[in-house]
């Protein structure tokens, strides 16, 4: 029996010690050590790491991009795509715009801290700053899928929704 508890024991710990080492964490460190390097990319990139979507995602409004990549199957008008393409580059660069503000913020707030020079106002002001940033990321995230929406027929959105399953 002890050596059953102590095999048990040792496969927890084991399993444990692998999920505290992710593997971004254990490669190349980020530059901002308050974020790791996945997040750290995804956000100068402009990748939704956050998964702020799925929202829209879940309650079947169409992405503008995922459009666009079945835009022959879903028969686009040619002003669709151009209202399409604009969409995903609007939000492509509001992506990156946001990603890159909240490094800096990061980066500030973690130079407070280090500096032992964080004031409680400092830190009201760096903390609610990223928030604003985070919530107007989400707002133009999820803006882009109410505009597809609206510019797609429904039998496009039904079309649309049963090429993603496949």
Not at 57 to 67: G, L, T, W
Not at 138 to 163: C, D, E, F, W
Request: no cysteine; glycine share 4%; net charge positive.
């Amino acid at each position: 029996m002890l050596k059953l508890l102590s095999a048990v024991i040792l496969i927890i710990f084991i399993s444990l010690s692998a999920n505290a080492q992710t593997p971004d964490s254990t490669l190349k460190p980020s530059p901002v050590k308050t974020l790791s390097d996945v997040q750290y990319n995804a956000l100068i990139k402009g990748e939704d790491f956050y998964n702020m979507s799925l929202v829209a995602d879940v309650n079947k409004y169409p992405s503008a991009e995922q459009a666009l990549k079945y835009k022959k199957e879903l028969d686009l008008s040619p002003s669709q795509v151009t209202a399409l393409t604009g969409i995903t580059t609007e939000l492509k660069r509001k992506k990156i715009e946001m990603g890159n503000f909240m490094v800096t913020n990061e980066t500030k707030i973690d130079a407070l801290f280090r500096a032992k020079k964080i004031s409680e106002s400092d830190l009201i002001f760096y903390t609610n700053r990223y928030g604003l940033y985070m919530g107007e990321l989400r707002n133009a995230i999820l803006k882009t899928y109410v505009a597809a929406y609206n510019l797609l027929s429904p039998g496009q959105i039904a079309m649309l929704n049963k090429l993603k399953k496949s």
